[in-house]
């Protein structure tokens, strides 16, 4: 069974770099699929934040996209999303996630359980 | 404001059926990108319901179904049980955004 953990610190300060580590068990993520990031705001919905294909290609929000950096560590199975500059609005649940994609659309298949990161000094 | 526009809130009895709405644009679901459906229980993360317009994966009952039609998509849930009071989220592609795009969720609420 896959599963995704996502780790780091819970609280970042404004202005500064909201770094999290997705570690995934149970499939190889140099063998396929798309991994990625996607957040949910206190009150509000669900939003995409960059998905990044096992090859390397990556995709990113355009409307966060200056801000952030989606990588790969295949010796550790884990990805990683750095989102720099954070502001109040940056506070959300965290989640990492595997995407099988088509050409006519990506989708989740499994999430990570989610991490609260507040940005608050 | 979301790309994709749901009902904030739906309700019904145990039993009965209810469909959320999920109403897109000509650059995303009118584009014949596929939507996709998220069951998110209180405190939990995001499960998949519905994949590919209407696809169940498995383990997901066929109480719940999707459908979709010109720039709109549907999930129906029929049988309606306790357990199924949740967020709903529907999300597709957006080519004029370049981005994945989320409904605002919908609240189940079981009567």
């Known amino acids: 069974q896959v599963q995704l953990h996502e780790s780091g610190p819970g609280l970042v300060k404004p202005s500064e770099t909201l770094s999290l580590t997705c570690t995934v068990s149970g499939y190889s993520i140099s063998s396929g699929y798309y991994w990625g990031w996607i957040r949910r705001p206190p009150g509000k919905g669900l939003e995409w934040i960059g998905t990044i294909y096992h090859s390397g290609p990556t995709y990113y929000n355009p409307s966060l996209k200056s801000r952030i950096s989606i990588s790969l560590d295949t010796s550790k199975n884990q990805f990683s999303l750095r989102l720099s500059s954070v502001t109040a609005a940056d506070t959300a649940v965290y989640y990492c996630?595997?995407?099988?994609?088509?050409?006519?659309?990506?989708?989740?298949?499994?999430w990570g359980q989610g991490t609260l990161v507040t940005v608050s000094s | 404001q979301s790309v994709l526009t749901q009902p904030p809130s739906v309700s019904g009895a145990p039993g009965q059926r209810v469909t959320i709405s999920c109403t897109g644009t000509?650059?995303?679901?009118?584009?014949?990108?596929?939507v996709h459906w998220y069951q998110q229980l209180p405190g939990t993360a995001p499960t998949l319901l519905i994949y590919?317009?209407?696809n169940r994966p498995s383990g997901v009952p066929d109480r719940f179904s999707g459908s979709k039609s010109g720039t709109s998509a549907s999930l129906a849930i029929t049988g309606l049980q306790a357990e199924d009071e949740a967020d709903y989220y529907c999300?597709?592609?957006?080519?004029?955004?370049?981005?994945?795009?989320f409904g605002g969720g919908t609240k189940l609420t079981v009567l």
């Open positions: 996630a595997r995407s099988p994609c088509t050409s006519t659309s990506c989708y989740v298949d499994f």
């Open positions: 999300q597709s592609y957006d080519s004029r955004l370049s981005a994945w795009v």
């Open positions: 590919d317009d209407n």
């Open positions: 000509s650059s995303s679901i009118g584009a014949r990108y596929t």
